[in-house]
């Protein structure tokens, strides 16, 4: 009997790192999009909500003015959108903060609503809020957040801690 030796084929591959649980990947918002935003506070500026640190005392995007601001994420090429992520603290003012969220596919001329939520801070107890919502938008050119930073009508300044879309 004649034995034949086989060699075993391989290859050493880098092992593919996973963004996040799901096995979807964040969009890197900076290297995609230009980012327009209706005021910021010099302390707590836009750039904050995507600063990848999030939590409670993670730092914050601020409004600079009191009431409705938004942010827009105007994408260099349309993107394909699956999961929203949205973290927003509120730690010194009693207060209902509702935010809503559009896309357009169309450079920006008209919005079609996906999200909208009401956050009801009372601190010290409760001061932090997260969301996770799924979504199926291709194609999508500008992603706008609208926020509302006190229903009561009172004169508060928006904020949000994080932005993550993947």
């Known amino acids: 009997m004649n034995e034949q030796q ?11 790192r996973q963004h996040n649980s799901s096995g979807m990947s964040q969009l890197d918002i900076l290297s995609v999009a230009t980012i327009l935003v209706t005021s910021e506070a ?3 500026p836009v750039d904050h909500i995507f600063d990848d ?3 409670p005392g993670a730092s914050r995007w601020l409004a600079a003015d009191p009431g409705e601001q938004g942010v827009i994420l ?3 090429t349309p993107q ?3 999961r929203v992520s949205l973290e927003v603290e509120e730690p ?22 996906l999200i909208q939520q009401e956050y009801n801070f009372s601190p010290p107890g409760t001061t932090f809020e997260r969301e ?6 291709d194609g999508i050119t500008h992603f706008r957040l609208w926020i509302t930073p006190d229903k009561g009508g009172k004169p508060g300044r928006a904020t949000v801690t994080s932005l993550q879309l993947y």
Not at 6 to 16: D, G, N, T
């Open 132 to 137: 996770n919502w799924t979504l199926f938008a």
């Open 53 to 55: 640190q999030r939590g």
């Open 74 to 76: 105007e994408f260099d």
């Open 80 to 82: 394909t959108i699956r």
């Open 92 to 113: 010194e003012v009693s207060r209902s903060q509702e935010v809503s969220m559009s896309i357009s596919s169309d450079g920006g001329n008209t919005y079609r609503g």
């Open 6 to 16: 086989h060699e075993l084929r391989k290859r050493i591959i880098k092992p593919v």
């Open 42 to 44: 010099a302390a707590h």
